[in-house]
């Protein structure tokens, strides 16, 4: 009896069958952003020509939401807390699954407004003083004078 190498490696007698499992990647633009901004995130994952297609993603986002999705290229993704996140993306075909997690990859900055603005009740008066700033440079003060 003649036995080939997947009878002796595996005990059971046929042709070895090779399994084309996903390898999975992405990219999210931005992967910078100040809080209560959004991310697109586009699939990037590859099988082998001769292996079938991926069928599936599940992705999980740490800190935003939705938190997970299914879709191959999810957008919109909100995220309103200022820290660092992981995402994960898990591709799935007939053969099996690949999985890939970044760590870290968002980083959502908490947001600054570019000016700010002091109010002072003086009986029926409103006053108002504010300053616009970018970068801390000062740009320009306003202000309203009232006299009572």
């Known amino acids: ?13 046929g042709p ?8 999975a990647d992405f990219v999210g633009v931005p992967t910078t952003l100040n809080q ?5 995130y586009t699939d ?5 020509p001769l292996g079938p297609p991926i069928t599936s993603w599940a992705w999980t986002f740490e800190g935003g939401n939705p938190q997970e999705s299914t879709a191959q290229n999810p957008s919109n993704i ?3 807390t200022p820290g660092t996140y992981d995402v994960t993306l898990t591709a799935t075909n007939a053969d099996g699954s690949g999985s890939t997690t970044k760590v870290d ?8 407004p570019p000016f700010t603005i002091d109010s002072w009740q003086v009986g029926p008066y409103m006053l108002n003083v504010g300053e616009y700033q970018t970068t801390d ?3 320009g003060t306003y202000g309203i004078n009232v006299e009572l």
């Open 105 to 112: 990859y968002i980083t959502v900055n908490q947001y600054t």
């Open 78 to 80: 909100l995220y309103a």
């Open 16 to 23: 070895v069958v090779p399994k084309y499992k996903p390898t």
């Open 1 to 13: 009896m003649i036995l080939n190498l997947n009878t002796i490696m595996t005990g059971k007698q």
């Open 137 to 139: 440079v000062k740009i």
């Open 44 to 48: 990037q994952s590859t099988v082998d």
């Open 36 to 40: 209560n901004n959004t991310v697109n």
